[in-house]
């Protein structure tokens, strides 16, 4: 197979061709830009000014991005690719929020960027700055970066009054990932599901030291963090609460987007002075989180997620109100190395049919033939569609968890699926983010929620819990002469970036669980 190539094509877009070698060029290319199309093999990626600032505040420099673009390129770095990547790089940093005591300062190189936010400069030790209000500083924020001028945070400094520490073996690249966070200050760390996203939260915790709250999408995953705490650090179980009716005394306060948006909690969350505020799978963040999140700009904020993708476009303004993105690495790289489980990413391709209940027919004999071809293994069923999700388990025998199960319902299945006293979970929307279950081998997608590439790569990070001699199978379902066909390529493109490919099965070469009620 020949080697893969970067190419510069005339829009300005860096074509990464397919062949040997196109992993590692592509992982050059992401601190410079977004894949942002996958044609017969190659990748196509914009530079993109969020990749860029965030290759910035880990301390790149515009010239190593374009150095390497150069060693990769089959070509020199084109002068408009050059200039487009120095002239965005430089302007991180121009505009720097600055806490000093009860003061919070926007400093500047140039006292025009000031003005032109609507502020009044003036000098401050060598530098402009102007005296902002701290409630204000989000929508600032906010407003800078859409005029092109993201706001730099000041770097973490480690607490001296830290109470607690980590007891925790961190693997090197979480290691890495937490030295990034303390160098470049608040913002993200992307690492796939399985790969300890909540361990580094808990260590960056314990190093920063002071008052913690941790936000959640779920009280399930809420229950996992305060697990974490107490088992990976010397914290001890009295210095964490979770879902508290107000805020205490408590090192570290656990609560759910949902309770810190809409509770009578919510005045309190926001105005206290916490040190820190991790949010989890950030990527995930309602509109309304969006508000809260403009209101904690005085405390330094940290973001874990698998992947920063929203269909909304909304990823803007996470890197305006929590950071920019400080640790990124490939899931392949983590999958070669041996730290998340290999995967094998497989879509199925049912026999097109002119009506619906044809459709859904034919739809669960390639179920019923998936789940036998895996029998005895964890399998996770996971669809969008409540009402086909719950006519399969009610034809094919497995319970399923949707919206309307009570907590007690979710952790007695959770707690079963387990222990492997039942070996087929059905899971809606409710178990795309954060549900930890590390013994599950098999994901069968059935239906998604159109071309959500967010929700893709959450549900093959169900399966990537590494085990000894585990190689997960990640199905999606996907209807011919169907409008899934397009949804199906839009939802590969985030996981197609991180290296997997897509294996093509055809439904009818399934085997036949003996008599098969449902088959075409």
Same mark, same amino acid.
């Given at each position: 197979?020949?080697?893969? /190539?970067?190419?510069?094509?005339?829009? #300005?877009?860096?074509?990464?061709?397919?062949?040997?070698?196109?992993?590692?060029?592509?992982?050059?290319?992401?601190?410079?830009?977004?894949?942002?199309?996958?044609?017969? #093999? =190659?990748?196509?990626?914009?530079?993109? %000014?969020?990749?860029?600032? !965030?290759?910035?505040?880990? #301390?790149?420099?515009?010239?190593?991005?374009?150095?390497?673009?150069?060693?990769?390129?089959?070509?020199?770095?084109?002068?408009?690719?050059?200039?487009? $990547?120095?002239?965005?790089?430089?302007?991180?940093?121009?505009? *720097?929020?600055?806490?000093?005591?009860?003061?919070?300062?926007?400093?500047?190189?140039?006292?025009?960027?000031?003005?032109?936010?609507?502020?009044?400069?003036?000098?401050?030790?060598?530098?402009?700055?102007?005296?902002?209000?701290?409630?204000?500083?989000?929508?600032?924020?906010?407003?800078?970066?859409?005029? @092109?001028?993201?706001?730099?945070?000041?770097?973490?400094?480690?607490?001296?009054?830290?109470?607690?520490?980590?007891?925790?073996?961190?693997?090197?690249?979480?290691?890495?990932?937490? &030295?990034?966070?303390?160098?470049?200050?608040? @913002?993200?760390?992307?690492?796939?599901?399985?790969?300890?996203?909540?361990?580094? @939260?808990?260590?960056?915790?314990?190093?920063?030291? !002071?008052?913690?709250?941790?936000?959640?999408?779920?009280?399930?995953?809420?229950?996992?963090?305060?697990?974490?705490?107490?088992?990976?650090?010397?914290?001890?179980?009295?210095?964490?609460?979770?879902?508290?009716?107000?805020?205490?005394?408590?090192?570290?306060?656990?609560?759910?987007?949902?309770?810190?948006?809409?509770?009578?909690?919510? !005045?309190?969350?926001?105005?206290?002075?916490?040190?820190?505020? $991790?949010? =989890?799978?950030?990527?995930?963040?309602?509109?309304?989180?969006?508000? +809260?999140?403009? #209101?904690?700009?005085?405390?330094?904020?940290?973001?874990?997620?698998?992947?920063?993708?929203? %269909?909304?476009?909304? &990823?803007?303004?996470?890197?305006?109100?929590?950071?920019?993105? +400080?640790?990124?690495?490939?899931?392949?790289?983590?999958?070669?190395?041996?730290?998340?489980?290999?995967?094998?990413?497989?879509?199925?391709? $049912?026999?097109?049919?002119?009506?619906?209940?044809?459709?859904?027919?034919?739809?669960?004999?390639?179920?019923?033939?998936?789940?036998?071809?895996?029998?005895?293994?964890?399998?996770?069923?996971?669809?969008?569609?409540?009402?086909? +999700?719950?006519?399969?388990?009610?034809?094919?025998?497995?319970?399923?968890?949707?919206?309307?199960?009570?907590?007690?319902?979710?952790?007695?299945?959770?707690? *079963?699926?387990?222990? =492997?006293?039942?070996?087929?979970?059905?899971?809606?929307?409710?178990?795309?983010?954060?549900?930890?279950?590390?013994?599950?081998?098999?994901?069968?997608?059935?239906?998604?929620?159109?071309?959500?590439?967010? %929700?893709?790569?959450?549900?093959?990070?169900?399966?990537?819990?590494?085990?000894?001699?585990?190689?997960?199978?990640?199905?999606?379902?996907?209807?011919?002469?169907?409008?899934?066909?397009?949804?199906?390529?839009?939802?590969?493109?985030?996981?197609?970036?991180?290296?997997? /490919?897509?294996?093509?099965?055809?439904?009818? =070469?399934?085997? *036949?669980?003996?008599?098969?009620?449902?088959?075409?």
């Amino acid at each position: 197979m020949p080697r893969s /190539q970067l190419l510069f094509r005339r829009d #300005g877009r860096l074509h990464v061709t397919a062949g040997d070698g196109r992993e590692l060029i592509a992982d050059l290319v992401r601190q410079c830009a977004e894949l942002t199309a996958v044609v017969a #093999g =190659d990748y196509v990626f914009t530079v993109s %000014e969020t990749a860029l600032w !965030g290759a910035a505040a880990r #301390g790149v420099t515009s010239a190593q991005v374009i150095a390497d673009l150069d060693a990769i390129s089959a070509v020199p770095v084109s002068s408009d690719v050059a200039t487009r $990547i120095a002239t965005v790089m430089a302007r991180w940093g121009r505009l *720097r929020l600055l806490l000093e005591d009860d003061v919070t300062l926007l400093a500047a190189d140039d006292p025009a960027l000031l003005r032109e936010l609507d502020l009044k400069p003036r000098r401050h030790n060598d530098q402009w700055a102007a005296t902002v209000d701290r409630n204000t500083v989000g929508q600032l924020k906010l407003k800078a970066m859409t005029l @092109g001028w993201p706001i730099a945070d000041p770097p973490f400094v480690a607490g001296g009054d830290s109470t607690y520490r980590a007891t925790v073996q961190l693997r090197p690249y979480q290691q890495r990932a937490i &030295e990034a966070v303390m160098r470049g200050g608040s @913002g993200l760390v992307l690492l796939p599901c399985g790969a300890g996203k909540t361990v580094v @939260g808990v260590a960056v915790a314990a190093r920063v030291g !002071g008052r913690v709250l941790v936000l959640t999408p779920s009280r399930t995953v809420s229950e996992q963090w305060h697990m974490a705490f107490d088992r990976l650090t010397t914290v001890g179980d009295g210095n964490v609460r979770v879902h508290p009716r107000a805020v205490g005394n408590e090192t570290v306060t656990i609560a759910t987007y949902h309770a810190a948006t809409t509770g009578r909690i919510r !005045g309190e969350l926001v105005h206290y002075p916490w040190d820190l505020v $991790i949010y =989890d799978e950030v990527q995930s963040l309602p509109a309304d989180v969006f508000r +809260l999140a403009a #209101g904690f700009q005085s405390a330094r904020r940290l973001g874990l997620t698998a992947t920063l993708v929203r %269909e909304d476009g909304r &990823e803007r303004e996470i890197t305006a109100l929590v950071g920019s993105a +400080l640790f990124d690495v490939s899931w392949s790289e983590l999958e070669r190395q041996g730290w998340i489980a290999p995967a094998r990413c497989v879509e199925v391709r $049912i026999p097109y049919a002119s009506t619906p209940v044809e459709r859904e027919r034919y739809r669960l004999a390639t179920l019923q033939r998936l789940l036998h071809r895996h029998r005895g293994e964890a399998t996770i069923v996971a669809g969008t569609r409540v009402t086909q +999700l719950r006519r399969a388990g009610e034809m094919l025998r497995f319970p399923i968890l949707d919206g309307s199960s009570t907590a007690q319902e979710r952790a007695d299945l959770y707690a *079963r699926f387990r222990n =492997d006293e039942i070996p087929v979970l059905g899971l809606s929307r409710i178990g795309s983010v954060g549900v930890d279950l590390p013994n599950a081998t098999v994901l069968i997608q059935v239906s998604g929620t159109f071309g959500s590439r967010q %929700e893709e790569a959450q549900r093959l990070g169900r399966l990537l819990r590494p085990a000894q001699g585990k190689t997960a199978s990640f199905y999606q379902l996907v209807s011919v002469g169907t409008a899934e066909e397009d949804y199906a390529q839009r939802r590969q493109r985030f996981l197609v970036g991180q290296g997997y /490919q897509y294996e093509l099965l055809k439904a009818g =070469d399934l085997p *036949r669980p003996g008599v098969d009620d449902f088959a075409p």
